[in-house]
């Protein structure tokens, strides 16, 4: 009896999916071994926590696949690039990785949309909030570096920053959650 749930195309943009997650982990990684070469503790641990997230990310698209009753894919991951030259280019990176995830999700959607796998496009309905979340965040991040003097930020700057994204939540305020009473 065939348990496959999920059409191969599906499967295969899944597959690629759970990998770019991998992948994204390996570049949050990087940045936050580069970050702490440099002193930034601060920095470097808010990326060490944001490549745990990435990480359960490719589980959930694992685990999905899985109980569809599909093939689970282990692909290599590519290289996540050179070092960052600054906190303001890391974070620039940062946000432009999220960017094309977020085209990556969207276009697991329209798939699942286009084959009615309703329950693939439940599934990413998940995946489309977190990356709203991560965009804002990252473009939170960018704009706070900015206000520091952007790629001129001084020492001072970047060391209240470090300080700063010690205790910076994982999870960013969305417009859909916002209020007149909390803005």
Not at 53 to 81: C, D, Q
Not at 89 to 103: H, L, P, R
Request: proline content about 4%; hydrophobic content about 40%.
């Amino acid at each position: 009896m065939e348990t496959n749930r999920l059409s191969p195309t599906l499967t295969q943009a899944l597959n690629e999916q759970m990998t770019n997650e991998a992948h994204n982990a390996q570049i949050y990684l990087s940045y936050a071994s580069w970050a702490a070469d440099k002193g930034y503790d601060g920095i470097s641990n808010f990326l060490f926590r944001h490549a745990n997230e990435e990480r359960n990310h490719m589980m959930k698209f694992l685990e999905y696949i899985l109980k569809r009753g599909s093939k689970v894919v282990v692909s290599a991951i590519p290289a996540p690039g050179p070092d960052p030259v600054s906190v303001y280019d890391c974070f620039e990176k940062v946000f432009q990785s999220e960017v094309e995830n977020t085209g990556k999700i969207y276009r697991i959607v329209e798939m699942s949309m286009a084959e009615k796998d309703w329950a693939t496009w439940n599934f990413m309905q998940w995946f489309v909030k977190e990356q709203t979340e991560e965009e804002t965040l990252a473009l939170d991040l960018l704009s706070k570096i900015k206000v520091a003097g952007g790629p001129n930020a001084n020492a001072d700057a970047l060391y209240v920053l470090d300080v700063d994204l010690k205790k910076t939540p994982d999870d960013a305020t969305l417009a859909q959650d916002v209020t007149v009473e909390n803005p």
